[in-house]
């Protein structure tokens, strides 16, 4: 990440991101969190059909549907953030 993103970045982004980066990755982060985590990267959240949303950073996609009934994202979704996010050169 480059120093002007971090500047922006909260604690509860920070928290995100180290959640997410945990090993294990936790399991209970709210999607909602890491749509948050990515607008304060300086990412973008598109809408899709249904509970499809695609996340945009650093010139990457990720395609994903938000959890339901529940909240929290799944291990799966998690692990696959964070192989996104690795590369496209985000560190913890």
Known sequence: MHPTTIAIMNS???K???AIFAKPAASNIKF???EAL???MGGEV???DGSRVALLLGGGVKHAHRPHPGKEAKQYQVKEIKEWLTAI???V
Request: aromatic fraction near 0%; charge should be positive.
């Open 12 to 14: 509860k982004h920070t």
């Open 16 to 18: 995100t991101l180290k």
């Open 89 to 91: 050169g985000v560190k």
């Open 32 to 34: 909602s969190d890491i």
């Open 38 to 40: 990515v607008i304060a």
């Open 46 to 48: 598109r809408e899709g």
